[in-house]
């Protein structure tokens, strides 16, 4: 059991991603600080904005798996196959459903002006423009190097 704790542990293909959202998201929140004036804890668990962090962590992932097994590895394919779906959903329908949100935010806006809405807005922030899941990847993919690298 002991082992298998340690191993846990030491399992960089586990804790380098997972590291690389915390990461990010921890950027993100002290991005929002500097620009607001205020620190605001809520940052650290939304989705949306530059970069994301879902795109390093799936990227770190690949990258890690890649390193540790190689390019040709079933193992790499099936991360590099996650990665994708993982992008593709953050850049297609989580974008198209915050500007959805958005949409429809404005319409309940202008339907009920100068009455109470006793509806919650809904969260338009739901998704990731191109350039910030590339750069979230790129974060991932170069993150995963350096400590790889550091790491020996």
């Known amino acids: 059991m002991a082992a298998s704790i340690s191993a846990l542990w030491s399992n960089l293909a586990l804790w380098l991603p997972i590291s690389a959202a915390l990461g990010v ?18 940052v650290l668990f939304r989705t949306g904005g530059m970069p994301s962090s879902h795109s390093a962590m799936v990227t770190s992932l690949a990258t890690v798996l890649a390193v540790q097994h190689g390019l040709g590895s079933p193992l790499f394919a099936v991360a590099v196959i996650a990665a994708l779906v993982v992008m593709y959903d953050a850049r297609g329908v989580r974008h198209q459903s915050g500007q959805h949100a958005r949409i429809l935010n404005q319409i309940l806006r202008e339907l009920f ?30 993150y995963s190097l350096l400590i790889l690298y550091l790491v020996g």
């Open 25 to 42: 998201q921890f950027y993100k929140y002290l991005w929002e600080w500097r620009h607001t004036g205020a620190p605001d804890v809520q």
């Open 113 to 142: 002006s100068g009455q109470p809405i006793s509806e919650q807005e809904l969260k338009e922030l739901l998704g990731h423009t191109p350039t910030e899941v590339i750069v979230g990847s790129i974060v991932g993919i170069s």
